[in-house]
């Protein structure tokens, strides 16, 4: 059993545990109710973890956690230049042009 990542908040944890059990992966999540005593131990000991069964799949896990952090609508071709944009931009890093529905 290792530790795959830690979330940000339970809610995370429990949709990437989800999406990594529909992908075959066997995971748990761990101190999921230690953010109830959050303020008398350090904050990034009180977040949820998501932990891996089968140490042997931890590459393949983090791959798919990764995936799901890069959602599809921040993998965009820049209606302007053509360039492949990715991550959290709503503007091409090479022309300058906004994302196609990014006001929408
Ligand atoms: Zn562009």
Not at 3 to 20: E, F, K, M, S
Not at 88 to 94: A, E, K, L, S
């Amino acid at each position: 059993m290792k530790r795959l990542v830690q979330a940000p908040n339970t809610a995370l944890a429990h949709l990437w545990t989800a999406q990594l059990r529909a992908a075959g992966f066997d995971v748990s999540v761990q101190r999921e109710f230690a953010g109830g005593i959050a303020g008398e131990i350090p904050v990034d000991q009180a977040l949820p973890e998501i932990w891996i069964m089968n140490e042997d799949r931890y590459t393949s896990a983090r791959q798919v956690l990764e995936d799901l952090q890069n959602l599809p609508h921040r993998r965009w071709h820049c209606p302007g230049c053509g360039e492949l944009v990715e991550g959290p931009f709503d503007q091409c890093w090479n022309c300058g042009a906004d994302r196609p529905g990014a006001f929408l």
